[in-house]
């Protein structure tokens, strides 16, 4: 991915009813903003093990953002890693249609992942100003994981949560992803590649959040699968 595309180097389950109801609730939720944009760094492993399900994932991804586009709350940033040493940051969007345009972009390529990397950016994102949550989709994780959790706490000491959601169940991600959620008060959920509409909720879930705080995630508890499973996996 080009300059030109505005993309620079680093630093360092529920059905059509549901997710019509979900838009609702996204709705009815934008004043809890009181005027105040998110902002929300979503962070991809574009490595070589996730290109059989990456076009499936943009999909849905930039489908649930055109929702979120509709509160008007939210400004995103988009992140991936991959070959060798590749780890770049596009410009914050704040219509769904830059971001998507940005995701359709990428192609996986061969590499190990750089994990490290995205939550050193994210901090400096922070640092800057204020940040509500970073989204991670992945599959491995192939860090120490004591480095990744030194990185993760300098995140949640800055208020930033990471949504770790892993894509399959490999053991060292898990436990990796587990602490990284553990450390910055987010939240940890594995996914089947195979079922979009549970990607599309917890995301879903996430942008409300980033949106409207936890009061707009919890106001979601009990007609939303996204927001049940996220505040169920250990979110405080």
Same mark, same amino acid.
């Given at each position: 991915m080009s300059k030109r595309h505005d993309v620079t180097p680093t630093g360092e389950p529920g059905g059509t009813a549901e997710i019509a109801d979900f838009v609702r609730q996204m709705r009815q939720l934008a004043p809890a903003a009181a005027g105040r944009r998110g902002r929300l760094v979503f962070a991809m492993d574009a490595t070589a093990s996730r290109r059989p399900s990456w076009d499936r994932a943009c999909t849905v991804q930039g489908e649930m953002f055109m929702e979120a586009d509709k509160l008007g709350g939210l400004d995103v940033q988009l992140v991936f890693y991959r070959g060798f040493h590749e780890c770049k %940051?596009? #410009?914050?969007?704040?219509?769904?249609?830059?971001?998507?345009?940005?995701?359709?972009?990428?192609?996986?390529? %061969?590499? #190990?992942t750089q994990i490290g990397r995205v939550l050193r950016h994210a901090a400096k994102e922070a640092r800057a100003r204020p940040v509500q949550a970073l989204v991670f989709i992945g599959d491995c994780a192939e860090e120490p994981i004591d480095t990744l959790a030194d990185l993760a706490g300098e995140l949640g000491i800055l208020g930033v949560r990471a949504f770790m959601f892993q894509e399959g169940r490999d053991a060292a991600a898990s436990a990796a992803f587990a602490e990284i959620a553990r450390l910055t008060r987010g939240a940890h959920c594995r996914f089947d590649a195979g079922s979009p509409d549970e990607l599309r909720a917890l995301l879903g879930a996430v942008a409300a959040y980033a949106s409207g705080g936890m009061p707009a995630l919890e106001s979601m508890r009990e007609r939303h699968a996204g927001a049940r499973k996220l505040l169920s996996s250990r979110l405080a």
């Open positions: %940051a596009s #410009r914050w969007v704040g219509r769904s249609a830059a971001l998507v345009q940005l995701m359709t972009r990428v192609d996986c390529r %061969a590499g #190990r």
